[in-house]
């Protein structure tokens, strides 16, 4: 079973940046799909980008596009999240997936999370 583990997130001011990674070990992310999801309190937990296991598959919620982009070293076993020109409606805990589909885009397919990682942004 991989375990993964995110980090990057904090307190940032709108229209600024943060990069979050999600690092992976007890196994190769090379097998797995990954993707972010986030949930913002009294929400449900929403997807945000997903990435295929080679990385040329990307997919993008739409309330993200344009801004976040979703990268994956393999040979780092960690994915990445860079995340720009932030609003304060992105503010939200931020969790990395895995999965073995193609890609992840329903929690449903989730197989493992992390344990999240704080994003705040103030207005």
């Known amino acids: 079973q991989v375990q993964l583990v995110e980090s990057g997130g904090g307190l940032v001011q709108t229209g600024g940046s943060l990069r979050l990674s999600c690092t992976a070990s007890?196994?190769?992310?090379?097998?797995?799909?990954m993707a972010w999801f986030r949930q913002a309190p009294g929400k449900e937990r929403a997807f945000v980008a997903t990435i295929s296991r080679a990385g040329i598959t990307i997919v993008y919620a739409d309330y993200v596009k344009g801004r976040f982009t979703v990268s994956r070293d393999n040979d780092k076993n960690t994915v990445y999240l860079q995340m720009n020109s932030l609003k304060p409606e992105d503010t939200a805990v931020y969790y990395c997936a895995a999965g073995t589909g193609v890609y992840l885009r329903s929690s449903d397919a989730v197989t493992t999370w992390g344990q999240g990682t704080q994003v705040t942004v103030s207005s």
């Open positions: 007890g196994r190769t992310i090379n097998n797995y799909a």
